[in-house]
């Protein structure tokens, strides 16, 4: 099946700080990239969609200033929350598809911690 | 936009006892029903989908069915075993933004 990879698994900045979060597709190539974020014992919650080569749209609620997202390739898509706070602090997972199907693969999540 | 409700929100059988975990959707145009398994800390597996243009689907202990006409769409998990205590999501297409809704998951915990 189709592998979607994310890095870190895990971080822990200081309060103010940013940080970068890289999603990519290893084995094909995703036309779409969906950034979630998560908080515990909660279900996940789209923040943005992004297609590569153009910006990415967002749900509404969530800062674009804040979390900045790139698509530059139909293999990465990155997340960085700038300026971050303590709560920023969640479980982001980032998940692509192809442009011909529905389905969704899933990274394997970054745990933020903002101190 | 998409609208998904899950029930129960926990839910607590006998191993070798059937779960059945229900959702409701609001977007009539949704064509696309996954469902997901997380463990803690991990990321959401894909553990069964449905597509519109059926209303049932079987794989070995896992089963989905889909009324579109209601907007429901329910997981039957027959012969529950401890390993597939999770916390179970369902999901639907909105069609608006080639994105998944997701419910609010329901917790399953199967006691040995």
Redesign the interface.
């Known amino acids: 099946g189709a592998v979607v990879s994310q890095h870190p698994s895990w971080v822990i900045c200081k309060s103010g700080t940013s940080v970068k979060i890289e999603c990519r597709s290893l084995d094909f190539q995703a036309t779409t990239m969906f950034w979630y974020r998560q908080f515990p014992k909660q279900s996940l919650m789209l923040m943005a969609t992004s297609n590569e080569g153009s910006k990415a749209t967002y749900e509404q609620g969530v800062e674009k200033d804040k979390f900045l997202i790139n698509h530059a390739s139909l293999t990465l898509s990155t997340l960085t929350v700038t300026s971050a706070h303590p709560e920023d602090s969640s479980f982001y997972i980032c998940s692509a598809r192809t442009s011909s199907d529905n389905e969704q693969f899933f990274g394997p999540g970054t745990r933020l911690t903002v101190l | 936009g998409e609208n998904v409700e899950q029930h129960p929100s926990t839910l607590s059988v006998q191993e070798g006892d059937s779960a059945v975990i229900k959702c409701t959707y609001s977007d009539s145009a949704s ?2 029903f ?1 469902w997901y398994k997380q463990e803690l ?6 553990i069964i ?1 449905i597509r519109s243009n059926v209303g049932e689907k079987k794989d070995q202990r896992i089963a989905v069915t889909l009324n579109k006409t209601a907007k429901h769409f329910s997981l039957h998990i027959t012969e529950t075993q401890p390993e597939d205590s999770a916390v179970y ?1 369902c999901a639907a ?1 909105d069609t608006g ?9 329901t917790r399953l915990q199967v006691q040995p």
Request: cysteine-free.
């Open positions: 064509n696309y996954p800390g991990k990321r959401p597996q894909l989908d999501f297409l933004r080639r994105a998944l809704t997701f419910g609010s998951g």
